[in-house]
């Protein structure tokens, strides 16, 4: 069982940056790919970026690769996301998840998932 909490959402103007981070409980968080998620208002849950159990490995959506930098601290059970040049299609609630398999960008292939932290991106 693993227990997901975020933090860090706000609000930032176009261009601006944002950091988000989440922290897992639990002792084998190790043992989890972990990924961001986020939804708009109106639309399906997305995949934003997962990082790889030991954190040698990264993916990205299309439309965040060379803006959003997603890494982990497994001593810290932590798992953060760098937002840089945000733009207002970037407002969503995002979500941290939990899963066991690397490069997976559905929803279902997720075990478990935080609650989820605001993010709006003005113009």
């Known amino acids: 069982q693993v227990q997901l909490v975020e933090s860090g959402g706000g609000l930032v103007q176009a261009g601006g940056s944002l950091s988000l981070s989440c922290a897992a409980s639990?002792?084998?968080?190790?043992?989890?790919?972990m990924a961001w998620f986020r939804q708009a208002p109106g639309k399906e849950r997305e995949f934003v970026a997962a990082?790889?159990?030991?954190?040698?490995?990264?993916y990205y959506a299309d439309s965040v690769k060379g803006r959003f930098t997603i890494s982990r601290d497994n001593a810290k059970n932590t798992v953060n996301l760098q937002m840089n040049s945000l733009r207002p299609e970037d407002t969503a609630v995002y979500y941290c998840?939990?899963?066991?398999?690397?490069?997976?960008?559905?929803?279902?292939?997720?075990?478990?998932w935080g609650q989820g932290t605001q993010v709006t991106v003005s113009s």
């Open positions: 639990g002792r084998t968080f190790s043992t989890y790919v």
């Open positions: 998840a939990a899963g066991r398999t690397y490069l997976r960008v559905g929803v279902r292939e997720y075990d478990y």
């Open positions: 990082i790889s159990w030991s954190g040698g490995s990264t």
